[in-house]
């Protein structure tokens, strides 16, 4: 019998997931008209998708595989899945892009280059005052980097920084020696260092102990000239707390993939980002929650969901589970 599995990856093509498929999968494309339910009477093994509704995965007859193709999942109702019996399983195969595009922001607020080429667009190609021109920018080299969250991507993070010539120090939950870091801390602890980094980087899953792990305490804490970078969820940063350390420059800048407005909430039918004008701050550098999508994280996905369906149809040990019944 055909195994079958409901996908619903939209940037991920259905040849693209079969070119590194291994073993016999019927391959259902989903539906938009099934979001809150699917009236099938196939016994339909794994869903592959982001997020979907309980309706959804409790009209699916046979379900016993969720494979998510995001790294977070704190969305998820754990408790659900248990009850369901279904195995949760998430990806880091977009480690790798979400590291890279992180490590960009660091550096262009590092160098001031958003700044610097909106000075030369409003001059038109004209010469800035000398003045304007000389603005002091900073080095890489010998500084020290705090990454809250040693896994996959703060790990890839590291590694870049690494050859850098920065001294890298991590924040995980437990106490214990990381390929590329110089030193770890427990959630416990990083207040200790939190004062003596040049760079922070977010890359910690969100929960309820990581949820405002900085607040208006720990930014009173952090060097005037440090940069934040959170390639993570945003509300590990409180909102209020990191925009007014921005705007009073009590931190040199920061690097958000992030918003802070989940569910989405509209305004005149759009979508909103974040409560606080972020966007009015020239130390602030935004990107639409997009870190995560390049070429290669498309190629690495479709890869790795197919060896997970493979790990499922051979019974083979699944990696990445992170709910099981």
Known sequence: MTRKVIFNVPWISIPLLKKYLKTDWEIIPFNPQWKNGID?????????????????????????????????????????????????????????????????????????????????????????????????????????????????????????????EMKIIGIKRKKQHVEYFDEIYTLNEFKKVLGTVDAIFIAIPLS?????????????????????INVARAQIIDEEALYNALKERLIGGAGLDVHYVLPWETTNGDKIMYHFPFHELNNVILTPYRAWYSDDTVISTAKDIAYKLDCIATGKEIPDVVIHP
Do not use: C
Request: charged share 30%; aromatic share 10%; hydrophobic share 45%.
């Open 208 to 228: 309820n102990e990581t949820k405002n792990l900085l607040k208006k305490e720990e930014m009173e804490l952090i060097k005037e000239t440090a940069f934040i």
């Open 40 to 164: 099938l009477d196939d016994e339909i093994i794994a869903y592959v998708g982001f997020k979907p509704s309980k309706d959804l995965l409790k009209s699916i007859k046979g379900l016993k595989y969720h494979i998510t193709q995001s790294a977070g999942y704190e969305w998820a109702d754990e408790e659900f899945y248990r009850k369901q019996g279904i195995i949760l399983i998430n990806s880091h195969a977009n480690a790798v892009s979400v590291a890279e595009h992180a490590i960009a922001l660091f550096f262009a607020l590092m160098k001031d280059i958003v700044n610097s080429d909106r000075l030369v667009r409003e001059r038109k190609g004209i010469w800035l005052p000398l003045k304007e021109n000389m603005v002091m920018t900073w080095g890489a080299r010998n500084k020290k980097a705090l990454i809250f969250g040693t896994g996959a991507i703060g790990k890839e993070i590291a590694k870049r920084l690494k050859a850098f």
